[in-house]
């Protein structure tokens, strides 16, 4: 199936650890996305990632990086995590393209403890 | 002012009825214009996007487009109990090589049996 997959589904950890999710795309997209949705169900860029360029929001904690190993990856570690870490976290791709909007991962449910 | 604005609802509709749900943005260049769908627990799924100003229909779904008032509606017409959920409208802002979708906070509609 050509998707955004996501893992994993739910991670539960303790605050101060470190963790990462994983983003594979096999739809060939060029482009790829970190999103955060808070409880509000308010989704935020947390980055966009190309071959070419990362663009980080400015307002993401230094906390949070981004790693591509390739084109088709897009993986997000988290540092010392905190309880205001707890969220929804969305992968999401993109052709380059004006014409297209995201294709979204099912989502990682985040719970700091 | 909020980059893309739409009121949080919740908005609830008797079946068959039409649902009309708004969204303004603040970016006047902005070029392209989505309306995604989120149930509860799930990831956003893309179900209108439009470009021109005037109306784009697709089945029950019709957005409308207003670039002069910076203005972008989604109808629903015939509401279905399982249209119940959360509509997020996207906006991709102007600027080359700027794919980067921004989300308003969502519309929850409740479809009445």
């Known amino acids: 199936d050509t998707a955004v997959s996501q893992t994993p589904k739910y991670l539960v950890t303790q605050m101060g650890n470190d963790k990462s999710i994983k983003c594979e795309q096999n739809?060939?997209?060029?482009?790829m996305y970190w999103y955060k949705q808070d409880s509000k169900k308010f989704l935020k860029i947390m980055f966009s990632?190309?071959?070419?360029?990362?663009?980080i929001n400015e307002t993401v904690p230094n906390r949070f990086s981004p790693k591509s190993p390739d084109k088709a990856h897009l993986n997000l570690h988290i540092n010392s995590l905190e309880l205001g870490d707890s969220a929804v976290y969305f992968c999401?791709?993109?052709?380059?393209?004006?014409?297209?909007?995201?294709?979204f991962g099912s989502g990682t449910r985040l719970t700091v403890v | 002012q909020k980059e893309v604005e739409q009121n949080s609802g919740p908005l609830s509709v008797p079946e068959g009825a039409i649902a009309s749900l708004n969204c303004t943005y603040s970016?006047?260049?902005?070029?392209?214009f989505f309306w995604y769908r989120q149930y509860s627990g799930k990831s956003p799924e893309l179900i209108m996007s439009?470009?021109?100003?005037g109306d784009k229909e697709d089945g029950r779904f019709t957005a409308q487009l207003n670039k002069a008032s910076q203005y972008v509606s989604l109808l629903i017409r015939d509401s279905q109990p399982s249209d119940s959920a959360t509509y997020l409208c996207?906006?991709?802002?102007?600027?080359?090589?700027?794919?980067?979708?921004?989300f308003g906070k969502g519309t929850k509609l409740s479809v009445i049996p």
């Open positions: 999401a791709s993109t052709p380059l393209s004006d014409s297209y909007g995201y294709t």
């Open positions: 739809l060939g997209h060029d482009t």
């Open positions: 990632y190309n071959n070419k360029e990362l663009i």
């Open positions: 970016d006047r260049g902005s070029q392209s």
């Open positions: 439009i470009y021109s100003n």
């Open positions: 996207a906006v991709r802002k102007s600027g080359a090589g700027s794919y980067q979708l921004t």
